[in-house]
Nanobody, 124 residues
Framework: QVQLVESGGGLVQAGGSLRLSCAAS????????MGWFRQAPGKERDFVAA????????YYADSVKGRFTISRDNAKNTVYLQMNSLKPEDTAVYYC?????????????????WGQGTQVTVSS
């Protein structure tokens, strides 16, 4: 089992920045990749970014490329999402997820564990 706890959400003005953290505990040695997803009110949960736990390869949704950066600290078992140039449309609950079954795909169905989510609100 892997437990995930997100933090760092909050209220920020458009153009501002936030850094989300996701701390993993438990069987962290089995993690293949981690991802960030978000869900706005009344909408489906969407992919934001993913990172390979060992090699560090990263993947981004087109809507956040150039503004968001995913990174990891293996020693701390933590993945980060640095969000810059935030827009009101970035407002959502952000979730981190972990895959321990070596799935190469990065979509929502390819993760085994999910955090509880952290709210990000961007005001205009």
């Amino acid at each position: 089992q892997v437990q995930l706890v997100e933090s760092g959400g909050g209220l920020v003005q458009a153009g501002g920045s936030l850094r989300l953290s996701c701390a993993a505990s438990g069987r962290t040695f089995s993690i293949y990749k981690m991802g960030w997803f978000r869900q706005a009110p009344g909408k489906e949960r969407d992919f934001v970014a993913a990172i390979n736990w060992s090699g560090g390869s990263t993947y981004y949704a087109d809507s956040v490329k150039g503004r968001f950066t995913i990174s990891r600290d293996n020693a701390k078992n933590t993945v980060y999402l640095q969000m810059n140039s935030l827009k009101p449309e970035d407002t959502a609950v952000y979730y981190c997820a972990a895959d321990q079954h070596v799935r190469r795909s990065i979509g929502e169905g390819n993760y085994d564990y999910w955090g509880q989510g952290t709210q990000v609100t961007v005001s205009s």
